[in-house]
């Protein structure tokens, strides 16, 4: 029987990526799921205690930081969705008005080229009473101005989000203006030509149509929000305290303060888990709604 290399080798050509991904992605996850059942300290024990598997499980939901990561991780995905709504706002306007479109995106644009780490560092020194905010303007003669949140348990957490938010601005408004310039020109010469108000075309013509956009925005921000550390380490340390702590910031330091491997393994598993039960409906939805188009189109 004559070989159809033509069907073939496309997929012989995928084996060594297929083959990678299988060992590096799903085989780290089996292997950190069996190891989350584990009493491993700094090194791998493969040894289960079938009588007390779940031991690091139950640690894990007796633990304050732990609760007080949850918590961050979802003050932070509320905090940063404002990176979307700013930026569609930002978009909004460069596309109406034109004139300088390539000089804002451009500047908007330039936080995505600093790693977090830098974003941290410059927003640290931002926070500082004596270096930053609070220091110029008292400095001006505003004696009551307080501005050193890092300091303050209850307001360190807005730092780090006001850092995200400059962060990632940039990065959503250009997702946002790539939306509305697929927008077909002639509905906003039909919206024009039949009066509607500004606020109209926008609340009920352009913003669900861009509820796409949105969804992959959400998506990109979720999964940044969930995985943030570099972020919380520059600016405060995960302090005061175990106020800033994230579940990522959890996991590090669960491994490389605490020397508990099985522990921070329990701690990534519901990671895992806590992504794959709000973005796995959301990324197949999205899924779905390509096939669809696809489909529309032929």
């Known amino acids: 029987m004559a070989v159809r290399w033509n069907w ?12 990678i991904t299988a060992v590096a992605f799903f085989g780290a996850i089996c292997w950190t799921i069996w190891i989350s059942f584990t009493r491993s300290r700094r090194f791998p024990d493969y040894a289960i205690d079938f009588a007390d598997w779940a031991r690091q499980y139950e640690r894990l939901f007796r633990d304050h930081a732990w609760e007080t990561a949850l918590k961050n991780v979802l003050i932070l995905a509320i905090g940063s969705a404002l990176a979307i709504v700013f930026g569609f706002i930002l978009a909004a306007m460069i596309e109406r008005e034109k004139r300088g479109e390539g000089f804002f995106r451009t500047l908007f644009l330039y936080p995505l080229a600093v790693s977090f780490i830098v974003t941290g560092i410059v927003w640290r020194w931002m926070f500082n009473p004596d270096l930053g905010i609070q220091g110029f303007l008292r400095g001006l003669g505003w004696e009551s101005a307080n501005f050193n949140w890092l300091a303050d348990p209850q307001t360190a957490m807005y730092g780090i989000i006001l850092a995200s938010i400059w962060h990632g601005l940039g990065f959503y408004m250009a997702l946002m203006l790539a939306g509305l310039k697929s927008i077909n020109t002639e509905i906003w010469s039909a919206a024009r030509l039949d009066g509607v108000s500004f606020w109209r075309l926008y609340i009920e013509i352009i913003i669900p149509m861009l ?3 949105f969804l992959t925005c ?4 979720s999964l940044g929000v969930v995985k943030t550390y570099d972020i919380v380490l520059a600016m405060t340390g995960g302090g005061p305290g175990t106020s800033t702590w994230t579940p990522a910031y959890f996991v590090i330091n669960s491994y490389a303060a605490r020397g508990n491997i099985g522990y921070a393994s329990s701690a990534a598993v519901i990671m895992l888990l806590i992504t794959a039960a709000l973005f796995l409906p959301l990324v197949l939805l999205t899924a779905w709604q390509a096939r669809r188009r696809e489909a529309m189109a032929r």
């Open 8 to 19: 073939a080798s496309p997929r012989i050509a995928l084996i060594p990526a297929m083959t």
């Open 211 to 213: 509820k796409f956009t």
């Open 218 to 221: 959400a998506i990109l921000l």
